[in-house]
């Protein structure tokens, strides 16, 4: 209706505004915590309740104590069993919801287009939960889904199911993948992963990427930053030195051994390196990373895992924006997986933005909104 299409378009100017820096208009305002005055808007204007068309069957559940929009596509003619695909949305582990409409529209055009079901999970969000809470719901939903009485109930083929997600969804995805490796009765249950650019590293915010884009509209360095301060509830304080890696200086011995993981100088070709220069701080502060050692955790942090983890990873999609942040960890983070054996495409979109693959719906119809999410979900039809 005209209304919804005003509410959204609001809703999407509101949201933009804000994680420009209006959050803190809203601090100032005296309300509550930031993040829930933003997530009310985004949720009240954009929420939609499950609606079944011919073609997609959506049911809101849960799954063992963890909320899921379930997308059941019709089943090809000649199939007894679907694929399927576990989704997680993204929004800076605090923002968003699997029943707006953005990722409501998404994962009906993927189960729409490969016949299958998309488990969209609505995990916890900060303020309500923090790391690493985010990552025990999705693993809890994920894994009462694998169940074979489950997958059977929902026609689901248990050897053609993926994981995947966006932004902080992606960096769920990638953690919930690597936590699967530990696991022999989890090992091997999911076919590919498909991430789309993750969140995947919190030891450097000078990669060329954050030096680039670090006053991008959609997701400025700061910002980024303070979702991940507000994900670990660490303090606001330490923003403007995190900023200059003085969490990772040389005199942090642990955090030197961990950046080498990650030493884009090796990892990334020249063409994306171009002049830009590593920031390494001789000097920074050790109260950092004794006030929040999850920095250097990858149970937060997937691209600095041991080799052993990377190796058995399933077949790997990665999706990198030119104009984002997190490019280049996307970009190191294939580089790793390859390197640890792992087959993977990444698709990188010169055009692309941070967040633009769920911009495909008018009024921010974006042309590179609507071809990375072809491209993304021709990969699954091809490799799920
Ligand atoms: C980084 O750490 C150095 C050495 O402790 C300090 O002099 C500098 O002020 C810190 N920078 C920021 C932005 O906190
Ligand atoms: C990063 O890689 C470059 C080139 O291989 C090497 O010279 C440098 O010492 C490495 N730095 C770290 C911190 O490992
Ligand atoms: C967005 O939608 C409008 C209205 O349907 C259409 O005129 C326009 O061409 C679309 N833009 C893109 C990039 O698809």
């Known amino acids: 209706s005209p209304l919804s299409c005003v509410l959204l378009r609001l809703s999407t100017w509101i949201s933009c505004y804000l994680t420009r820096g209006g959050s803190n208009t809203i ?55 679907r694929r399927a695909v576990v ?28 016949n299958a079901v998309i488990v969209s999970i609505e995990y916890r969000l900060v303020p309500r939960a923090y790391f690493p809470e985010q990552v025990y719901d999705v693993i809890r939903a994920t894994k009462y889904f694998l169940q074979p009485e489950v997958l059977q109930k929902y026609k689901v083929d248990p050897d ?28 091997n249950k999911l076919k590919v992963q498909a991430l789309i650019y993750p969140v995947l590293q919190a030891l450097d915010f000078n990669t060329p990427s954050y030096q680039q884009n670090k006053n991008s509209p959609i997701l400025p360095r700061h910002v980024m930053v303070k979702y991940w301060v507000d994900y670990f509830k ?25 950046r080498a993981l990650l030493n884009w100088t090796s990892l990334l070709p020249e063409s994306i390196t171009k002049n830009y220069k590593p920031v390494v701080q001789t000097k920074g502060d050790t109260r950092i990373v004794q006030e929040i050692p999850q920095l250097l955790d990858a149970a937060s942090s997937p691209l600095i895992a041991d080799e052993e983890v990377l190796q058995r990873l399933p077949k790997t999609y990665i999706l990198t924006c030119e104009h984002d942040v997190l490019r280049d960890e996307g970009i190191m983070y294939a580089k790793r997986l390859e390197s640890a054996g792992v087959e993977v495409t990444l698709d990188h979109f010169a055009d692309g933005f941070h967040g633009c693959m769920i911009f495909t719906s008018w009024p921010t119809n974006f042309s590179v909104g609507i071809r990375t999410r072809d491209s993304y979900i021709k990969w699954l039809n091809q490799n799920l």
């Open 160 to 187: 053609r199911v993926a994981i995947s997600g966006d932004s902080a969804g992606g960096n769920l995805a990638a953690v919930l993948g690597q936590q699967f490796t530990y696991d022999d009765s989890l090992r």
């Open 87 to 114: 989704y997680i949305h993204g929004g800076g582990w605090a923002l968003a919801s699997a029943r707006i409409s953005h990722y409501d529209d998404l994962c009906t055009a993927v189960a729409e287009e490969l």
């Open 234 to 258: 660490g303090n606001y304080d330490f923003v403007e030195a995190l900023i200059v890696n003085n969490h990772t200086s040389l005199d942090i011995e642990r955090a030197t051994e961990l």
């Open 27 to 81: 601090h100032y305002l005296g309300l509550t915590h930031h993040l829930i005055a933003l997530n009310f808007l985004i949720v009240s204007f954009g929420k939609k309740n499950a609606y079944s068309t011919a073609k997609v069957k959506v049911a809101d559940t849960n799954f063992d104590g963890v909320e899921v929009r379930v997308f059941e596509g019709s089943p090809k003619p000649d199939e007894q069993l």
